[in-house]
């Protein structure tokens, strides 16, 4: 059983930057891709930025330039980097961790982007 627990949301003036991180606890050796998902009220839930199994980083095209996915494998912790937050980032961010069989998702953490 995989544990992914996210922090580091808050209330943030547009502009400005987060940095969220998602420790997993666990059997995480078994977790190959790793990544940030998000939902806004009233919307679906979408990919922000995943690593899936050695293949280049994916952004979502609203996101580039300004988010940076990292992870550190000795802390067993995945971070984004949030820069440039604009109001339309605002909404629940949900660290997510899967292989071919199993899938994991964190409680999420709000981030708003409001003046």
């Known amino acids: 059983q995989v544990q992914l627990v996210e922090s580091g949301g808050g209330l943030v003036q547009p502009g400005g930057s987060l940095r969220l991180s998602c420790v997993a606890s666990g059997s995480i050796f078994s977790l190959y891709n790793m990544g940030w998902y998000r939902q806004a009220p009233g919307k679906q839930r979408e990919l922000v930025a995943i690593y899936t199994g050695g293949r280049p980083t994916t952004y979502a095209d609203s996101v580039k330039g300004r988010f940076t996915i990292s992870r550190d494998n000795a802390k067993n912790t995945l971070y984004l980097q949030m820069n440039s937050l604009k109001p339309e980032d605002t909404a629940a961010y949900y660290c997510?961790?899967?292989?071919?069989?199993?899938?994991?998702w964190g409680q999420g953490t709000q981030v708003t982007v409001s003046s």
């Open positions: 997510r961790g899967w292989n071919s069989v199993q899938n994991y």
